[in-house]
């Protein structure tokens, strides 16, 4: 397999398998423009061969052919199931409050770690907040100096009215309703943690890898390409774990 020395940014969380084209058209253009290659679909051989290890997509470019496969990568193991926690909690969040708070630009701050890793907790958070944010609801609207703090909370939040001006607009990209900001996000991991890191990272990668294989085993006279997904919340974790290079 060609050695590829860029990366390409996916979504922070996995696409569905529903569409693979739709998953991985992107990369092909950029691919494409970036060799000077005009590859195009021609078939998915993973769907039309169900009993043999098969990649996911082929392409042709005249008489040139490549083939995809394209494998999501978590880190740690437990990363999108509360990545995905995350953003049902956003998204009910938004449900409840921005109908009522639609007059300005207001913000709900909560930590990552204080968000429960079960989805009934996450939903009972939900519903408290909801409910505690409603009862100062004129309060709040009042003054931007007035904000709800549950710091003695068993999972602490704040809640409070901005102006646009002071609010990234990356962040919260929105003129008014609710924004949620999630707090501590971020870890960045020292050299010693990332050098610990670098053996079970690698082990885990190579027990993906090393499954794929099968599926280049027919497609000796292809560009073969596999694709490693990584979903992490680590900011250190793509710029200093080992790259593993494979011929497959």
Not at 39 to 52: A, I, M
Not at 170 to 181: F, L, S, Y
Not at 219 to 242: A, G, M, V
Request: proline residues 5%; hydrophobic residues 35%; charged residues 30%.
């Amino acid at each position: 397999m060609d050695e590829m020395d860029w990366v390409l940014s996916f979504s922070c969380l996995p696409p569905s398998n529903e569409n693979e084209w739709f998953n991985l058209s992107r990369f092909v253009d950029i691919y494409n423009f970036t060799y000077g290659k005009n590859y195009v679909l021609d078939s998915f051989p993973e769907n039309d061969n169900r009993n043999n290890p098969e990649p996911e997509i082929l392409l042709c470019d005249g008489d040139s052919k490549m083939v995809i496969e394209r494998k999501v990568f978590p880190f740690r193991s437990d990363h999108i199931r509360k990545h995905q926690l995350w953003h049902e909690f956003r998204d009910k969040i938004f449900e409840n409050l921005s109908e009522v708070f639609s007059d300005n630009l207001y913000i709900l701050e909560i930590k990552d770690v204080d968000i429960p890793t079960k989805r009934k907790d996450m939903l009972k958070l939900v519903d408290t907040i909801t409910n505690d944010v409603l009862m100062h609801e004129r309060e709040l609207k009042a003054s931007e100096e007035v904000y709800l703090d549950g710091a003695d909370d068993p999972n602490p939040f704040r809640f409070f009215r901005v102006s646009v001006s002071d609010i990234d607009r990356e962040d919260v990209p929105v003129d008014c309703g609710v924004g949620v900001r999630l707090m501590g996000s971020l870890k960045f991991y020292n050299a010693q943690e990332i050098n610990d890191l670098i053996s079970p990272v690698q082990s885990e990668l190579t027990k993906i890898i090393k499954r794929s294989v099968p599926k280049f085993e027919n497609y000796s006279d292809c560009i073969r390409i596999l694709i490693l997904e990584p979903h992490t919340n680590i900011s250190s974790f793509l710029s200093n774990i080992l790259v593993l290079r494979y011929n497959l």
